[in-house]
C-alpha cells in the first residue's frame, strides 16, 4: 500500500494479476467522503496501469453507509454538484475502463455504497448483505451514478421503491431482482470475488475491454446501430494474434471446454 495520508481511507493490494481494494474507513462503516473519492481515484488508476482485473470490498463488516453525511450537510449546491460530478468520472473509470471490478459485498451496501457496487461489472453479496437507499428519508437524491446503473440493473420501479420507503433488501432478494450475481455464506464474498476476478483476468485485454466497453454503450443504442457496432467488436477482438491462438488450442484440444455447472 502507498504511504501516503489518502492511501490510508482505502487500501491497495496486488495479488498477481488482481487488483484488491478495501474501503477502509470501518469506524464510519465505510460512508464515502470527498477524500475517499480522491484516494479512489488514485488507486483506480493504479489497478489500471499494473492489474488485469480488480476487487473492491469493505473493511468491517459493512460494504459501505454511502455518501458521507456529515460532510455533505454543510454542502452549497455547486459544491453538491461538483461532488456527484467527481463521483461519476471515478465511477465511470471504474465501469468503462480497462480491466473488470468484482464487487465483494458484506452489511450495508446503502446509497452511494450501492451506486459503486452497480459501478462494477460482477456483484457478490455475503447473506448478511442489505441494500438500501435511504435517499427519500434523508431528503436527497441519488449522485453517483444511480438513477442510470441500479435503475438498469434492478428496474427503475424497484429502485423508486427502495428510495421512497428506504427499505433494505436482503441479498437474496436482490439477487432475484438481478442486483447481484452470487450470493455466499458469511465471510465468502472476498475468497468468491478473488476467484472470479482471477478468472477474468486470464481473458484477452481486448475481449475484457469489448465487454466492458461496447456492451453498455450498446444497451444505449438502437438496435441497428447496436447490432453493427457488435460485428465491429467482434471483427476486432477475433482478429487478435491472441485470439486466433486460443481459438487454435481448443480445436488441437489444448484448451479447455465449457464446463456443465455443479450441482448445488
Ligand atoms: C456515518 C454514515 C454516513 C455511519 N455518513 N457518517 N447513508 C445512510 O443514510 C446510512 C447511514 N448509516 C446507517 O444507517 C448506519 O450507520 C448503518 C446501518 C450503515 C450501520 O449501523 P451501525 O449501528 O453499525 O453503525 P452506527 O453506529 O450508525 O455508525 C457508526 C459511526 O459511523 C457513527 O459515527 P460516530 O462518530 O457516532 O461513531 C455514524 O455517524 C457514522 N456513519 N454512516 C457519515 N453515511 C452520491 S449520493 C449518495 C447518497 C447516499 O449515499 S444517501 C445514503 C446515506
Known amino acids: 500500500m502507498d504511504g501516503n495520508a489518502e492511501a490510508a481511507l482505502v487500501t491497495y493490494d496486488l495479488k498477481g494479476p488482481v487488483a484488491v481494494i478495501g474501503l477502509n474507513r470501518p469506524e464510519k462503516r465505510n460512508a464515502i467522503s470527498d477524500r475517499v473519492v480522491e484516494a479512489l481515484d488514485e488507486v483506480v488508476a493504479q489497478a489500471a496501469r499494473e492489474a488485469r482485473a480488480a476487487v473492491i470490498y469493505g473493511n468491517g463488516p459493512h460494504f459501505s453507509a ?35 471490478y468484482i464487487s465483494a459485498l458484506n452489511g450495508a451496501v446503502v446509497g452511494g455504497g450501492f451506486e459503486l457496487a452497480a459501478a462494477t461489472h460482477i456483484r457478490v453479496a455475503e447473506d448478511s448483505a442489505f441494500f438500501a437507499m435511504p435517499e427519500g428519508m434523508r431528503g436527497i437524491f441519488v449522485g453517483g451514478g444511480g438513477s442510470v446503473r441500479i435503475a438498469r440493473l434492478i428496474g427503475a420501479a424497484r429502485m423508486a421503491d427502495m428510495m421512497l420507503t428506504g427499505r433494505a433488501v436482503k441479498a437474496t432478494e436482490m439477487e432475484r431482482w438481478g442486483g447481484v450475481s452470487y450470493v455466499t455464506g458469511e465471510g465468502g464474498a472476498l475468497d468468491k470475488a478473488m476467484e472470479l476476478a482471477a478468472r477474468t483476468a486470464e481473458n484477452t485485454e481486448m475481449s475484457n475491454y469489448a465487454i466492458l466497453n461496447a456492451l453498455p454503450r450498446i444497451q444505449d443504442m438502437s438496435s441497428e446501430d447496436g447490432l453493427f457496432l457488435e460485428s465491429i467488436m467482434a471483427s476486432l477482438t477475433s482478429s487478435t494474434l491472441e485470439a486466433e491462438e486460443r481459438l487454435r488450442a481448443f480445436l488441437e484440444k489444448r484448451a479447455g471446454k465449457v464446463k456443465a455447472p455443479d450441482d448445488d
Do not use: C, M, Y
Not at 454542502?75 to 473488470?100: C, D, M, Q, Y
Open 66 to 100: 454511502g455518501l458521507d453525511l456529515a460532510e455533505h450537510v454543510q454542502k452549497t449546491s455547486f459544491e453538491a454538484v461538483k461532488n456527484s460530478r467527481l463521483w461519476h468520472s471515478v465511477f465511470e473509470r471504474i465501469e468503462r475502463g480497462t480491466i473488470p
